[in-house]
């Protein structure tokens, strides 16, 4: 079998590449199980000129270039775990993973009374015998009842209809009270009352999130206030996280590999914003940020090509990027997308993007990534080498060797590759 060199990979289609070449041993004992407090003392591997230093999230601003710009994902977690128990006295698990239906506004749906329906995982499904799961719970004195039915199945996830009694509360409500904080699978412990604080930003705002967009974690309001001082912009969008974050790529070649959809919410006074910052250093704090920028960069070439595009042809798909003739600058892609909300009467745009960043992708709007350690094999790590090259594993070899904590709850590094930020 033929060994391909990084530069002939990063000339294929990345759906032929295979996940094997993206793949470290990342033992147990490597894994943060529980965050750093104050969480800005978190260790930073700084990654720039292709040298590789060290520091701690507090001094990050000393290591941006001048005049940067870093944007924020402002998604909020939701308490997205449900433990009911079936008339044995079973647990049985519910794990929200997104509203159902089309075109999801999730302020609206939040504030949902009496009956919502969602996609969800059921663990110990098999043991769902009842028509209807029910759970009272305490909201602020007041005895709410709680109930649960499967309206459906789908290929890898069932329709849940949750009704609750009184019925004259919000779905926040209801969802802050019953749900547990969704800590990610590999963190195997059970979630406390402190991961409510620490598995969220401290700018989190929009809720929808059922993972944190953990390169966010690091940042404290001196952080913050940091920036401001030194004259580096903050711009925040939401893009909510879902599940299949997570999801392992199990498939041999990326080409059977089915990329998740995240909901992401932009306004036009984000996008106006940003036009305005195009030329100086933009650098995303996460994935789930470049994920949102790129995609707007490709709905934007996708106006430009097709003027009269609908909402439904809009949602950029995983492969799209690597198919498609590129027309468009950055500001006009952001100008493109900005004029077409408008036209709808809106002020934002909600919609799906399954957009899949792997090595061959050419970055059109972000120059810097801030991001946390990930999973051998995951999407997540295509992402990174995308932007760095195969120095991933120089970097990621490094932090294995110097006890730097991986993962969710883990340290992080700020990327910088040549040429792209200065």
Same mark, same amino acid.
């Given at each position: 079998m033929k060994n391909y060199r990084f530069s002939e990979i990063c000339s294929m289609h990345p759906k032929y590449l295979k996940i094997e070449d993206f793949t470290y041993d990342l033992p147990a004992e490597k894994i943060a199980y529980n965050p750093v407090n104050p969480r800005d003392q978190s260790k930073l591997l700084i990654y720039k000129d292709e040298r590789i230093s060290e520091d701690i999230y507090q001094n990050i601003s000393e290591y941006l270039p001048e005049n940067a710009v870093l944007v924020f994902n402002d998604t909020k977690v939701v308490k997205s775990?449900?433990?009911?128990?079936?008339?044995?006295?079973?647990?049985?698990?519910?794990?929200?993973?997104?509203?159902?239906?089309?075109?999801?506004?999730?302020?609206?749906?939040?504030?949902?009374?009496?009956?919502?329906?969602?996609?969800?995982?059921i663990g110990k499904v098999s043991k769902w015998k009842e028509k209807e799961l029910s759970k009272y719970i305490d909201l602020e004195g007041l005895k709410v009842k709680l109930s649960a039915e499967i309206a459906g199945k789908l290929d890898d996830a069932y329709l849940v209809k949750f009704s609750w009694s009184p019925g004259e509360i919000p779905f926040r409500k209801i969802m802050d009270a019953a749900g547990v904080t969704p800590l990610p699978p590999y963190i195997k412990r059970v979630a406390e009352k402190t991961d409510e604080d620490a598995y969220q930003t401290v700018y989190s705002e929009n809720e929808g999130s059922v993972a944190a967009p953990t390169a966010g974690l690091h940042f404290t309001e001196r952080v913050l206030n940091d920036f401001s001082e030194k004259g580096i912009s903050s711009l925040f969008t939401t893009l909510h996280v879902g599940a299949g974050t997570f999801k392992p790529v199990k498939s041999e070649k990326m080409e059977d590999h089915i990329m998740h959809a995240e909901y992401l919410n932009i306004t036009t006074d984000f996008l106006e914003d940003l036009k305005s910052k195009i030329g100086r250093p933009i650098i995303t704090v996460g994935t789930t940020s470049?994920?949102?920028?790129?995609?707007?960069?490709?709905?934007?070439?996708?106006?430009?090509?097709?003027?009269?595009?609908?909402?439904?042809?809009?949602?950029?798909?995983?492969?799209?990027?690597?198919?498609?003739?590129?027309?468009?600058?950055?500001?006009?892609?952001?100008?493109? @997308? #900005?004029?077409?909300?408008?036209?709808? !009467?809106? &002020?934002?745009?909600? $919609?799906? *993007?399954?957009?899949?960043?792997?090595?061959?992708?050419?970055?059109?709007?972000?120059?810097?990534?801030?991001?946390?350690?990930?999973?051998?094999?995951?999407?997540? @790590? #295509?992402?990174?080498?995308?932007?760095? !090259?195969? &120095?991933?594993?120089? $970097?990621? *070899?490094?932090?294995?060797?110097?006890?730097?904590?991986?993962?969710?709850?883990?340290?992080?590094?700020?990327?910088?590759?040549?040429?792209?930020?200065?």
């Open positions: 775990r449900l433990f009911f128990k079936n008339e044995n006295g079973a647990n049985i698990e519910i794990f929200c993973l997104e509203p159902y239906g089309e075109a999801i506004d999730y302020e609206q749906h939040f504030l949902e009374q009496n009956s919502v329906t969602w996609i969800c995982f470049t994920r949102t920028l790129e995609s707007i960069y490709w709905m934007g070439n996708k106006i430009l090509q097709n003027p009269e595009i609908t909402y439904e042809d809009l949602k950029i798909t995983q492969w799209l990027p690597y198919e498609t003739e590129v027309l468009a600058t950055a500001e006009e892609a952001i100008n493109a @997308l #900005l004029n077409w909300i408008k036209s709808t !009467g809106q &002020n934002h745009l909600s $919609i799906e *993007t399954e957009i899949i960043i792997a090595p061959g992708y050419s970055f059109k709007i972000v120059n810097g990534l801030i991001t946390n350690f990930h999973q051998p094999q995951s999407t997540l @790590l #295509l992402l990174v080498s995308a932007l760095i !090259g195969n &120095n991933w594993k120089e $970097i990621y *070899t490094h932090a294995l060797e110097n006890n730097y904590r991986f993962l969710s709850y883990g340290d992080g590094s700020l990327l910088l590759p040549r040429n792209k930020y200065s």
